[in-house]
C-alpha cells in the first residue's frame, strides 16, 4: 500500500471512531451516515483545531442533514441531462464526466451527497466506455471535466488508463480535473502521479479549499508539485455558513490561494442540495463578500460569484451592482464607492 492508501485506510467512519477522536455526542449520528457515508482521514482530523471550527463543520455529520425539507436530492438535474450515465452535458463544449465515486474525505456539504461514495454511484469499465463513446460521437465536445467523487483517488493505472483514452479522441482540446485531494489529502499528489499527469497537456486541475486552516505545508508542497508541472490550479470555493462566511476569511483564503500558485477560479453559492441547507447563506452575503474583494485585492485573487441555477440551466455570474446609470452617459460607482461617469461612444454599424 502507498503512504496515502494507508493514511485513508486510517479514515473515521463510524461513531465509535468519530466519539474516539473528537469525543463527541453521537446520538443520532448513527442514521445520517447511514444515508450519507462519513470519511475523515486522519490529516484532514488533524487540521481541526476545536469542536464546531471551520474543518469540523465540513467533515463531521449534522442532525439537520436528515431534516432538510427545501433541498432538492439533484438540484442541478445532472440525471436528466446525462446522455449516458455518469455523463452530464449541458453545456456545447464542454462535458462533466463522472469517473469516481470516492473522496478522501466526504464533505457534507456536498452536491452530490445523493450517491458520492455509496452504492448508488457505480463506476465501471462499462461507462466509461459509455462515456469515451459518447465524447467520440460528438466532436463539439472540445473539453472534458473529470469529476465525481474524486477522480484523483483511483490509482495511477486508472488515472493514467482514462487520460489516455480521452486523448486518443482527436476533439478533446482540454483535459480539466477536479480534485478536492490538495486540500484533503495531500499526500496523494505524489512525484509519480505528477509525472503521470503532465503527459497529457493541456490538463488543468481545479482543486477546492474552504478555508485558511486548510492552506498547510503539505497543501503548498502538493500544490507546488502540480504547478512545476506546468499544470495550471485553479481553485473552486463554495461559500458556506459559518465555514468561511465573513469577509476577512475570504479575503485570506484567496490571498493565501494565490500565494500557493492557486488562481481563486469560483466562488460558489451553494447549491440547493437535499441534507445541506444548513450551509446555505443569502446571495446577498456573497455579493457583499466580493464588494470587498474586487479593487480591495489583486485582481488575480478575484474570483467569480457563481449560482448554479437549479434545473442544470448553468453557472449565473452574480456581480456587484457597479452600473448606476446607463445613457449617453455611462455613471458608476468604484470600488471606494466614489462615482463617476464616462460619455459613451456612439456605435455605428
Ligand atoms: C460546472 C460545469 C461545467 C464547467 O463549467 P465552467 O463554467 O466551464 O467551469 C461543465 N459541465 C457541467 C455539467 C457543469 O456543471
Ligand atoms: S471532495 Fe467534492 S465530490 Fe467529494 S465529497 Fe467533497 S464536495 Fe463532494
Known sequence: MEDWQEILHNSVISCTDLQQHLQCDTSGIEEVITRYPMRINPYFLSLIRSPQDPLW?????????????ICLPDPLAEEALS????????????VL?????????????????????TSRMQISEESLQKGYDYIRRHPDIREVLLSGGDPLLLSDEKIAGILKSLRAIPSVE?????SRVPSTLPMRITEKLVAILKEFHPLYINTHFNHPNEITPEATEACRRLADAGIPLGSQTVLLRGVNDHIDTIRTLMRALLRIRVKPYYLFQADLTEGTNHFRTSTQAGISIMKGLYGHLSGMAVPTFALDAPGGKGKIPLTPQYILEQGENLTFANYLGELCTYPEAIDTF
Open 97 to 117: 464526466f463522472l469517473v469516481s465515486n470516492q473522496c478522501a474525505m466526504y464533505c457534507r456539504f456536498c452536491t452530490r451527497k445523493r450517491m458520492v461514495g
Open 174 to 178: 482540454v483535459i480539466r480535473i477536479g
Open 83 to 94: 446522455p449516458v450515465p455518469l455523463l452530464v452535458h449541458k453545456y456545447p463544449d464542454r
Open 57 to 69: 463543520k465540513q467533515a463531521v455529520p449534522d442532525l439537520r442533514e436528515l431534516t432538510d425539507t
